[in-house]
Structures are given as structure tokens and as C-alpha cells.
């Protein structure tokens, strides 16, 4: 086993994933840049809710954010032409990352995916071929890589797929066709199939299609016989149709068409870079071997990476309670689209000597953004109940008590209040516990 | 490369395949046999139709014939500033608001290029200002900066304070006319343009979009109901009660202060904007969509919920200064009323519609 992942194989993939990741994250920052949400996100918001350990990460203010938002293209664009690929990596890894870790309000499950794969890059010899790294040093030149380094992207996207469909395998998805049921009137606009989107049997029909392809596609992916069909009509079809259906998802549905595309064997990648470059052939055999330290330690670093992948998903099993109304391990696990949650809250500020009370307008505070996501978030409401009761304390109000009255609407049942209005949350502690001032859910 | 051409190839074919069949398929069920009354189909053009055409078009047109009605007794004050033609004013001044009022909830499209709402309703009025600009006698009524020295709030104040028919007749009396005609015709100017706008363009492309993603005429009506519900807790109810400012009370930030007419003001807003949600009554309102998503008893709550936010506004009096030492109870009572509408339309409502309350467009997942 070990020796097998050991065997050399073209480099052809990784080269593939190396151009069209680039290409698409050059893409992306420009489509970020243009719709002007880097002063949106990172330059407007006068609060940024920052993640548990990441309290130092703060955003660098308009001249900053572009400038590192100008150094992510940059990165890309060496990426592509695999110029200084292992700074280019590091750099754009800790940069995109940065950036993601200034607001929980940005976070999508597509992001934390790139962090994962530029930080999966930087390991791996995706330069050695076909780059102007090997033009300007001839000696780089590897034709043949170890089958584990294309093998751990595949692993990745394996992964991400898995989670995905196990998340989807809840009551809500599968038996009430719910989130669905709701969004789908919402597109009746489209051509040709808009007419169908009030019918019950296409949400299933969405519903439980989604959950099969996410469960099953990475192993038609890897099956050799399956695989065109797999890539050409599932991936393809399946992405394009959510781009189409769900075009609020922006760049995942190409991310996921971009790496899934990995899965294909060196000989087809090589095929289709001979076909690109006019070359013949894969040229002389250069192996390329990782130096003898590293390689005793990679697999141990992999490794560990990939428990952690798979116990993270796993973490909610930890808490008690229903997943979607407290969300107490709901990030970083690969839950894309999977509900309908939508609240409103209204805060008030106490002076417990006075008995004075001061009702909170979230607009003074934050983005129409950061308010409706806080709106559902627990660990977001007791952030922000925690810079509130410090704003208070500077106006003069002496030891701030914050109260806050939340309604939420899950899956289209009807709101109900999702905080315990007698809890100071002020005084309700920042940490990785369970929630113990969420009102619990309870089927209506 | 054959062999890869082969299976791309085939798989073309598949692709080609299932899209026959879906198209086939929705053929068959949309356009080929009569469908009239889809089981569980809305008709979202005939909303839209019905929202522009018998809502909005209307709503604008009248605040413009109230908006002439209002200059020529504007005029009729400012030749004979006197206390009888101050009353008449009033009438008519009162009634102009009240039409502002029917369109304060429309702030999209031509309304929003305009800034509309910002240029004719900013409150509270900045007197300073305004006195500043009639001294000097120079003033541009055009940049966003003077949004809060104009418009309904800045005649409230020039017309109806309690030294304002004197004022007519002192020393810069001539500047101070002048003045007031002006903001009445920027005002009619802006009616005109908004008007015109919904008229002329923005009608087709509202009707045109069903969407229901940010930046789409649902979207905006939704996230509208949302924005005025939060405006009549926020600045024409709440804060000048003192509900943010620890029991402070702000009697000077009351919405038609000078004229004691915040509650009628306020009043007539919520009414606007229940009609507005039901759609006037014509089976073709938000409601109504609401109601064809299996949402009846939601629905039902909304309207029970509006009309009794309407009659706990109604319990009290105006002028509001005034109920804001005196009727405490009551107007805590309509504070909470309205607060469980908007978490009604802000929560179940949006949820229901899959609209998404806020303007920004960001990606999601």
C-alpha cells in the first residue's frame, strides 16, 4: 500500500491542478476586486467578528486590503506560470487565509476549501514541469512524480464530497425535501423548467439527488471505467446546473469543477498538456524525490492533516442539542446550502445602578451583511453582545448589562425566540462550550 | 487522443440527450396541453403588474397632485401670512405628508437613484441650517449634504413653528419665501422624476424580473417592508421616546414635530404598508405568494398582526410630544405590537419567500 502510493506517475495532473487552480483563483480575486467587496467586507465594517484564537487578525484598512488583495493576484498569477512556486504558494496560502479569518461573517465553505488546497500546494512539486521555474533553472525538470502528491488532492476533494452528502442525510433534506421546497419557487424566473419549480417532486428530486452525488461521485471519480462519465456528465452537469439554479454560491460550483478534474489519470492529463503544448511524449524520466528528511516526516504531517479533516466534520457529535439551531460545530464541515435559517434580533443595553435601558440599533454597528448573520449565529450574538457591553461601558454607562431578544425561522417552520432574554449575555463567557443561553429547539 | 475524443464524444451525446428529454419533459407539462391554473403556481408578472399599476404609479401620481395643491396654498400663505391662512395651509400641508406616506415604502428603482425619501423626508429638520441658508440667501438644494434642510420636515419647521407667521413678515421675510418656494418646487421637481422614472422605464423592468435574488423587485419589496417597519420602531416611535437614550426623551425628532401629526404620519405609513403587502386587497399581493407557497396561517398571523399594531398606534393621540409624557402604557403597547410585525415580515416572511434581508450582494452557501 505504502509502496504503491510511493510509485511514480507523470507530473502531467499536478501541472493540470497547478494552471487551472491559479487561473480560477486569478479569476476570482478579480470578480472580488470588481464587485467592489473588498471595501464591502473588509474596509466598511467598523466591527469585525473574529474567530476563537484569532482575535489579533484585523484588516489593514482600504490602502492595506487592496494591497494584499493585489499580492493574492499576484501570487495566482505566478502560480500559473510557476514562477518561485514554493514562495508564491506560501505567500498566497497565508494572505487568502488572513483575509478569511478577519470576519466570520465571509465565511464560506469554499474558502476554508482553498486555504486547505493552496496550504496542500505548498508541499507538493507542481512547478517541476512545464513552468517558467524549470525554464529559468533546467535542473528543476521532473517528468515523474510520487502518486501520493496527486493522490492527496484527490483525497481532499474525496472529502469534501463525502461530508457533504453525509450532512445531507438529515430528516429535514431528505423527507420534507426542505431547504429546497423553499428555494426552488423563488427561481421560477428560469426558462423552459421554471414552471416546474412549484412542484413538489422536483425538490425531492433535487433533494436526493444532491445527497446521492455527494455521497457516491468521488468513488465513480476514482473508478477508471466510470470516471468519464462521472466527470463529464455528473460533475459538469451538476455544478453547471447549481451555478445556474443557485448563482448566490458565486465560484464553488467551478471549484469544485476544478478539482474534481484531478481525478483523472496522468495519462489523460499528460495527453491533454501534449495536446495544449504540441509536445510528444513525456520526455525523459526525472523522478523527483522529496529530500530524505522531509520525506520521513510528510507522511506523519499528511497524516495528521487528514484526522484532523476528518474529525473536524465530526466535532458536532461533541454537543448536544439540534446542529442547525445551535450550529455549535457547523463550520469548517463541508455543510453547503443545507438549510434555511433566517432571524432578527434586538439588543438592549442595561445600567444595572440606574435601571436604565438602552435599546441597540445594529445598523449604527455593523454591515446589513454582519446583522443578518449574526442574526442566527450564537457565537456571532455573544460577540457581538460582548462589543456592545465595551461600546456602552466608553459612552459612560457603568458595568453594561446586555440583554438580547432573538427570533429565528429554521427551515421555514415559523420564528420562535432563540435566546434567553433574562441572561446577561455580557457576562456569558467566549468559548468552545455549549451554549447554555440558546433556548433549546423544539419541533413546533 | 482518440480514444479521449471518443469518450468526450459520448459524453456530448449524453449532455445532448438529457437535455432533450428535460426539455421535452417541461414541454410537455408548461406549453403543450392548456395548464390554466397551475395547482400551486403563482403568477409573479401579475404581481409585479399589479404592484406597479395599481400601488405604486397611483401612489406617486397622487402625491403629485397634492404636491401642486400644496404650492398654490403655500403661495396663498405667502402673500397674507396670517394665522387663517396658516390653518388652511395645514389641511393641506398635513395632507401632503400623508401622501408621502403611501410611497415612503417604494425607496427602489427611480426612488432610490433619486434618493427620494433621504431629499423629502429627512427628520429631524436641521433649523440652524435652514436659517443660515435663508440669511445668506445662497444655498444648493441639488447636493446630498442639504438632504436635512428641505423637503417636508424643513416646511414643518418654516411654516408651522411658533414664531413662523412673524417670521414671514420680518426682516427676512423676502429671503425666507423664496426659500420655502424653492423646497416646495425641488420637492415637485423630485415627484416628477420618480414619477416619471416608474413611467417611462422603470415599469417594464420591474414587471420583467421575478426574481427573487438580491437587487430583484421581490427582493426590494421584501427587504422595503422589512427597512419601513424598522423606521416606524426606530425614528417615528421609538427613539424619540427615549427607547434608545435610556428614557431620554427627543420630542424635536418626532416626525411632523411643528405640526403635531407624527401619530396620523405614522398611521397612515402602516397602513400603506399593509396595503402594500396584501397587495390592495386584489389577490395579487405578497400575501397572496405567501399564501401559494402553503403559508396560510403565516399569512393570517401577518394581517392580524398589522391590524393590531394599527389600532395600538391608534390608542394614541397626537400630538405625540405630548402622549409621550401622558400615554407611556399605550405607546409601549404599539412598541411592541409593531416590534412582533417586524420580526413577522423580517423573519417568516423573508424565510418563507427565500429572500435574503439585506442589499448587499455577497456570495453564500
Known amino acids: 500500500m505504502f509502496k504503491q502510493l510511493q510509485r511514480p506517475v507523470s507530473i502531467a495532473p499536478l501541472v493540470t491542478f497547478r494552471i487551472l487552480f491559479g487561473l480560477m483563483m486569478l479569476a476570482g480575486t478579480i470578480r472580488f476586486w470588481a464587485n467592489g467587496w473588498i471595501t464591502q467586507q473588509y474596509v466598511a465594517p467598523k466591527f469585525y467578528f473574529t474567530y476563537m484564537g484569532f482575535e489579533w487578525v484585523h484588516p489593514f484598512g482600504a490602502m492595506g486590503m487592496h494591497v494584499i488583495f493585489g499580492l493574492i493576484a499576484l501570487c495566482t498569477a505566478l502560480i500559473i506560470l510557476g514562477l518561485f512556486y514554493r514562495l508564491a504558494t506560501m505567500l498566497f496560502f497565508v494572505a487568502f487565509t488572513y483575509v478569511e479569518l478577519i470576519d466570520v461573517t465571509n465565511y464560506l465553505n469554499h474558502y476554508y476549501f482553498i486555504s486547505l488546497v493552496s496550504f496542500l500546494l505548498i508541499w507538493l512539486p507542481a512547478n517541476r514541469y512545464l513552468s517558467l521555474d524549470v525554464r529559468i533553472w533546467p535542473k528543476l525538470k521532473r517528468t515523474q512524480v510520487p502518486l501520493w502528491t496527486i493522490g492527496i488532492i484527490r483525497l481532499q476533494v474525496g472529502i469534501v464530497y463525502f461530508f457533504a452528502g453525509i450532512a445531507k442525510l438529515n430528516p429535514d433534506w431528505l423527507l420534507q425535501a426542505i431547504p429546497m421546497k423553499i428555494w426552488l419557487p423563488a427561481k421560477s424566473h428560469l426558462p423552459i423548467v421554471g414552471a416546474l419549480m412549484y412542484k413538489t417532486w422536483v425538490a425531492y428530486l433535487f433533494s436526493w439527488f444532491g445527497a446521492v452525488y455527494d455521497l457516491f461521485i468521488a468513488f465513480f471519480l476514482i473508478n477508471r471505467k466510470t470516471r468519464p462519465i462521472a466527470y463529464y456528465i455528473f460533475v459538469l452537469g451538476f455544478h453547471i446546473s447549481t451555478a445556474i439554479f443557485f448563482p448566490g454560491i458565486g465560484m464553488f460550483p467551478y471549484v469544485m469543477m476544478v478539482c474534481s478534474f484531478a481525478f483523472f489519470s496522468s495519462t489523460y492529463h499528460q495527453k491533454l498538456l501534449n495536446y495544449f503544448t504540441g509536445n510528444t511524449g513525456i520526455g525523459r524520466r526525472l523522478i523527483y524525490h522529496y529530500p530524505m528528511q522531509l520525506e520521513m516526516v510528510l507522511p506523519l504531517i499528511f497524516g495528521l492533516y487528514f484526522l484532523v479533516q476528518i474529525a473536524v466534520p465530526m466535532r458536532y457529535l461533541a454537543y448536544p442539542g439540534h446542529l442547525f439551531w445551535y450550529e455549535e460545530g457547523y463550520r469548517f464541515s463541508w455543510r453547503v446550502m443545507l438549510m434555511e435559517k433566517s432571524g432578527n434580533t434586538f439588543f438592549t443595553v442595561k445600567e444595572p445602578s440606574t435601571g436604565k435601558s438602552y435599546e441597540v440599533d445594529n445598523r449604527e454597528f455593523l454591515t446589513p451583511l454582519q446583522d443578518k448573520m449574526m442574526s442566527t449565529q450564537p457565537d456571532m450574538i455573544l460577540r457581538y453582545a460582548h462589543h456592545l457591553a465595551d461600546v456602552y461601558a466608553q459612552r459612560g454607562i457603568k458595568e453594561p448589562a446586555v440583554y438580547a431578544q432573538v427570533y429565528v425561522a429554521l427551515n421555514g417552520e415559523r420564528s420562535r425566540p432563540f435566546v434567553d432574554t433574562t441572561v446577561n449575555m455580557a457576562a456569558q463567557p467566549l468559548n468552545w462550550r455549549h451554549y447554555s443561553w440558546v433556548l433549546p429547539y423544539s419541533k413546533p | ?365
Open chain 2, 1 to 365: 487522443m482518440i480514444k479521449l475524443n471518443r469518450k468526450m464524444a459520448a459524453a456530448a451525446a449524453t449532455v445532448l440527450a438529457v437535455a432533450t428529454f428535460v426539455i421535452a419533459c417541461s414541454k410537455g407539462g408548461g406549453g403543450g396541453t392548456p395548464e390554466p391554473t397551475n395547482p400551486t403556481g403563482f403568477d409573479k408578472t401579475a404581481m409585479l403588474t399589479n404592484y406597479a399599476d395599481a400601488l405604486i404609479i397611483p401612489a406617486y401620481t397622487n402625491l403629485q397632485t397634492q404636491a401642486t395643491a400644496l404650492e398654490t396654498s403655500v403661495n396663498t400663505f405667502l402673500a397674507t401670512p396670517n394665522a387663517t391662512t396658516q390653518a388652511a395651509l395645514k389641511t393641506v400641508f398635513k395632507d401632503t405628508y400623508l401622501r408621502f406616506e403611501d410611497v415612503s415604502v417604494d425607496q427602489f428603482g427611480p426612488a432610490e437613484t433619486a434618493l427620494f425619501n433621504n431629499f423629502v423626508n429627512t427628520f429631524p429638520t436641521d433649523s440652524a441650517v435652514i436659517e443660515g441658508n435663508i440669511l445668506r440667501g445662497t444655498y444648493d438644494l441639488s447636493a446630498n449634504a442639504s438632504i436635512s434642510q428641505q423637503g417636508l420636515p424643513a416646511l414643518d419647521y418654516l411654516l408651522f413653528n411658533p414664531h413662523a407667521v412673524t417670521d414671514f413678515t420680518g426682516t427676512t421675510a423676502t429671503n425666507r419665501k423664496k426659500y420655502v418656494q424653492d423646497i416646495v418646487s425641488a420637492m415637485k421637481t423630485r415627484v416628477s422624476t420618480v414619477l416619471n422614472g416608474w413611467k417611462n422605464t422603470y415599469r417594464a423592468t420591474f414587471i420583467a424580473n421575478t426574481r427573487s435574488d438580491s437587487g430583484s423587485p421581490i427582493a426590494f419589496l421584501i427587504n422595503q417592508f422589512a427597512f419601513e417597519m424598522d423606521q416606524l420602531k426606530g425614528p417615528r416611535i421609538g427613539w424619540p421616546f427615549g427607547k434608545q437614550s435610556g428614557g431620554t426623551q427627543y420630542p424635536n425628532n418626532t416626525e411632523g414635530f411643528n405640526t403635531g401629526i407624527s401619530v396620523a404620519l405614522a398611521t397612515e405609513n402602516l397602513t400603506a404598508l399593509k396595503n402594500m403587502y396584501n397587495g390592495g386587497g386584489s389577490g395579487k399581493g405578497m400575501s397572496d405568494y405567501v399564501v401559494s407557497l402553503s403559508k396560510q396561517t403565516l399569512n393570517s398571523d401577518v394581517m392580524a398582526q398589522f391590524d393590531k399594531a394599527l389600532s395600538a398606534l391608534r390608542a394614541v393621540p397626537d400630538p405625540y410630544t405630548t402622549s409621550m409624557t401622558t400615554k407611556k402604557p399605550e405607546i409601549e403597547a404599539a412598541y411592541r405590537e409593531i416590534q412582533i410585525l417586524l420580526t413577522l415580515i423580517k423573519t417568516d416572511v423573508a424565510s418563507a419567500t427565500g429572500v435574503r434581508i439585506t442589499y448587499q450582494d455577497t456570495d453564500g452557501d
